[in-house]
């Protein structure tokens, strides 16, 4: 059963463009290989950290929505520990949540 998720990825500032969309490109096809779909993506661009990450004090943003199965999230997870640019992630389910009418 597909779910919903949403990642956020840090990637390291020394990388160029081109290496970033690399990297992004390489984690969609991880998550589209299981029929999962990218709902979206935004580049939220450079950004401070608030104390230094590996000896850095600014990473790349981009955060992603996406629909996978649950077995994905570990190979994503995997993914991430080991490939050089990706400084930190953070992958959560999102919870749809139900409006009911006040009393």
Do not use: W
């Not at 999230?73 to 749809?96: A, H, N, W």
């Amino acid at each position: 059963m597909q779910r919903e998720y949403e990642s956020v990825l840090v990637f390291d500032q020394k990388l160029t463009d081109a290496d970033i969309d690399k990297l992004i490109e390489k984690i969609f096809q991880l998550i589209t290989k299981d029929k999962g779909e990218i709902k979206a993506i935004n580049k939220l661009g450079k950004k401070n950290f608030s104390y230094p990450i590996s000896g850095q004090k600014q990473g790349d943003y981009v955060h992603v929505e996406f629909t996978a199965i649950p077995s994905v999230l570990s190979e994503l997870d995997k993914s991430c520990r080991v490939t050089d640019g990706i400084i930190r992630y953070m992958t959560t389910q999102k919870i749809k949540t139900v409006k009911t009418k006040a009393s």
